[in-house]
């Protein structure tokens, strides 16, 4: 087992890390910019390391100054976290080089992945249904007229370097398409440096439902359930919910296994998910994830395990120590993501917390670095916290998650905690009857 490991992220993901390395005996490094010398992530490690000034480019994306942090400090591995350097595949390769250990997938894994139209393909060669679409990149009209032609209108075209709705252009019939093409290739170009883009089939209303899966270097590999995201703004997640209301046990089975085949038969090894569209009772492939993701904790909740220990110990080489047998689905778990924003403009709010209490009892946890003193610097991501609560059902849960947004005091700053209060409380959310147009419905956004 690791030694030292160098948490090469910030927030409360940063501390998360932490937390299962101090529970695995193992020490930890912080690494931070200047903005971040009293950040609690720093605070808590055995050792830290300043990586330069406060923009993210400068420092926690600086692939170098991680390398050298990690060389100084005589780190053994590099754990990602999620965001900045995460899903770089040049740089799990350099970790690599460097003789460190990285906690994640190989470099090669994450490359294909990282290239939507790879993994569409990828996807399609190991039996993952996807949405019917071109067979890879379309280069001109004359292309997107054959791909149309087997699908029919509408579609969406979509940027292969893509991901988070960027350089997406939906075309609602014929006339449409030559200006969604060059609008989806130009704004591909300028967003991700590649023109490339595909086809798909346009789907109206499908709920956003992702997979995780564990893979060992020994060939074993399971699904923790699936958690559903659909409730999203501009293509940020609000709220995500483990089990799906939408799915019954055959349903979750099926794709599970889908997942757990396709992992093994590309080799796949560490944490992923593959997130799926979900219309009329059936799943369309869009996209693998090849990092820890954000609402890894509603798995967590309802499976009693520590992903990022597993991610550890599979990084070590240790094998698996559960089968899928092994894995029982229990109750129901909620997180919601707390920005420092304006609950109805969202505008960042970032600035000095006054008092700050945050919810416990059974059921409930909080993910976060914030503390009462705290200055959120206005240089990263908005999200300060993770509500996390989970009950025995899904009524249980939304009963306690209520109790837990009134309880939870953050002064000082603006958040998101109002929104939550009123969609945890929406007849069509407590219904589960939502996919991922409803949330910008509701805050009449767009
Ligand atoms: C789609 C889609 C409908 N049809 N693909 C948005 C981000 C990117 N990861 C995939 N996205 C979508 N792809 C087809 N063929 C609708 C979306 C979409 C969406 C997906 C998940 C969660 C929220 C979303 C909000 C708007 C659009």
Same mark, same amino acid.
């Given at each position: 087992?690791?030694?030292?490991?160098? +948490?090469?992220?910030?927030?409360?993901?940063?501390?998360?890390?932490?937390?299962?390395?101090?529970?695995?005996?193992?020490?930890?490094?912080?690494?931070?910019?200047?903005?971040?010398?009293?950040?609690?992530?720093?605070?808590?490690?055995?050792?830290?390391?300043?990586?330069?000034?406060?923009?993210?480019?400068?420092?926690?994306?600086?692939?170098? /100054?991680?390398?050298? /942090?990690?060389?100084?400090?005589?780190?053994?591995?590099?754990?990602?976290?999620?965001?900045?350097?995460?899903?770089?595949?040049?740089?799990?390769?350099?970790?690599?080089?460097?003789?460190?250990?990285?906690?994640?997938?190989?470099?090669?894994?994450?490359?294909?992945?990282?290239?939507?139209?790879?993994?569409? #393909?990828?996807?399609?060669?190991?039996?993952?249904?996807? +949405?019917?679409?071109?067979?890879?990149?379309?280069?001109?009209?004359?292309? /997107?007229?054959?791909?149309?032609?087997?699908?029919?209108?509408?579609?969406?075209?979509?940027?292969?370097?893509?991901?988070?709705?960027?350089?997406?252009?939906?075309?609602?019939?014929?006339?449409?398409?030559?200006?969604?093409?060059?609008?989806?290739?130009?704004?591909?170009?300028?967003?991700?440096?590649?023109?490339? +883009?595909?086809?798909?089939?346009?789907?109206?209303?499908?709920?956003?439902?992702?997979?995780?899966?564990?893979?060992?270097?020994?060939?074993?590999?399971?699904? $923790?359930?699936?958690?559903?995201?659909?409730?999203?703004?501009?293509? #940020?997640?609000?709220?995500?919910? /483990?089990?799906?209301?939408?799915?019954?046990?055959?349903?979750?089975?099926?794709?599970?296994?889908?997942?757990?085949?396709?992992?093994?038969?590309?080799?796949?090894?560490?944490?992923?998910?593959?997130?799926?569209?979900?219309?009329?009772?059936?799943?369309?492939?869009?996209?693998?994830?090849?990092? $820890?993701? +954000?609402?890894?904790?509603?798995?967590?909740?309802?499976?009693?395990? @520590?992903?990022?220990?597993?991610?550890?110990?599979?990084?070590?080489?240790?094998?698996?120590?559960? #089968?899928?047998?092994?894995?029982?689905?229990?109750?129901?778990?909620?997180?919601?993501?707390?920005?420092?924003?304006?609950?109805?403009?969202?505008?960042?709010?970032?600035?000095?917390?006054?008092?700050?209490?945050?919810?416990?009892?059974?059921?409930?946890?909080?993910?976060?670095?914030?503390?009462?003193?705290?200055?959120?610097?206005?240089?990263?991501?908005?999200?300060?916290?993770?509500?996390?609560?989970?009950?025995?059902?899904?009524?249980?849960?939304?009963?306690?998650?209520?109790?837990?947004?009134?309880?939870?005091?953050?002064?000082?700053?603006?958040?998101?905690?109002?929104?939550? #209060?009123?969609?945890?409380?929406?007849?069509?959310?407590?219904?589960?009857?939502? @996919?991922?147009?409803? $949330?910008?419905?509701?805050?009449?956004?767009?």
């Amino acid at each position: 087992m690791f030694d030292k490991i160098l +948490v090469a992220n910030r927030g409360e993901i940063a501390l998360r890390i932490h937390r299962a390395c101090r529970e695995m005996g193992i020490r930890t490094v912080a690494v931070h910019s200047t903005a971040d010398v009293n950040a609690m992530h720093v605070r808590l490690a055995d050792e830290s390391i300043c990586i330069g000034p406060p923009p993210a480019t400068d420092s926690y994306l600086n692939i170098q /100054a991680m390398l050298t /942090a990690a060389i100084i400090t005589n780190a053994d591995a590099i754990h990602p976290g999620y965001g900045f350097l995460s899903e770089n595949a040049d740089f799990a390769a350099k970790v690599e080089e460097h003789g460190f250990a990285f906690i994640g997938p190989s470099p090669d894994h994450i490359r294909l992945m990282g290239d939507k139209i790879t993994a569409r #393909q990828t996807a399609v060669e190991v039996g993952i249904p996807v +949405v019917p679409g071109s067979d890879g990149v379309v280069a001109d009209l004359d292309e /997107a007229k054959v791909a149309v032609e087997s699908i029919g209108f509408p579609v969406l075209i979509k940027a292969s370097a893509g991901g988070g709705g960027r350089g997406m252009k939906v075309a609602q019939s014929a006339k449409e398409l030559p200006d969604a093409l060059d609008d989806a290739k130009r704004e591909a170009l300028a967003y991700f440096g590649n023109a490339d +883009v595909y086809i798909e089939k346009f789907l109206a209303h499908p709920r956003h439902i992702e997979v995780q899966i564990l893979a060992d270097n020994h060939g074993n590999v399971v699904y $923790l359930g699936e958690r559903d995201c659909s409730l999203q703004r501009r293509h #940020q997640k609000v709220l995500e919910e /483990a089990p799906s209301p939408a799915l019954n046990q055959a349903e979750r089975h099926e794709i599970g296994a889908i997942a757990v085949a396709a992992a093994k038969k590309i080799g796949y090894r560490n944490v992923g998910t593959m997130e799926f569209l979900y219309e009329n009772g059936k799943f369309y492939f869009i996209e693998m994830n090849t990092r $820890l993701q +954000v609402e890894h904790p509603v798995t967590e909740m309802i499976c009693s395990l @520590d992903i990022v220990r597993e991610m550890i110990r599979i990084a070590a080489g240790a094998p698996l120590g559960f #089968q899928q047998k092994d894995i029982r689905f229990s109750g129901h778990a909620i997180e919601c993501r707390i920005n420092a924003e304006n609950p109805v403009t969202f505008m960042p709010s970032p600035g000095r917390v006054g008092d700050y209490h945050a919810p416990g009892g059974l059921g409930v946890r909080v993910d976060s670095a914030l503390y009462s003193g705290y200055t959120v610097p206005p240089h990263y991501d908005s999200m300060i916290s993770k509500l996390i609560v989970h009950g025995t059902n899904r009524n249980e849960c939304l009963m306690r998650l209520r109790r837990a947004l009134d309880e939870y005091v953050i002064d000082g700053i603006e958040t998101t905690i109002p929104l939550h #209060q009123r969609l945890v409380t929406d007849t069509d959310f407590v219904n589960g009857d939502y @996919d991922v147009n409803w $949330l910008e419905k509701q805050v009449g956004d767009e």
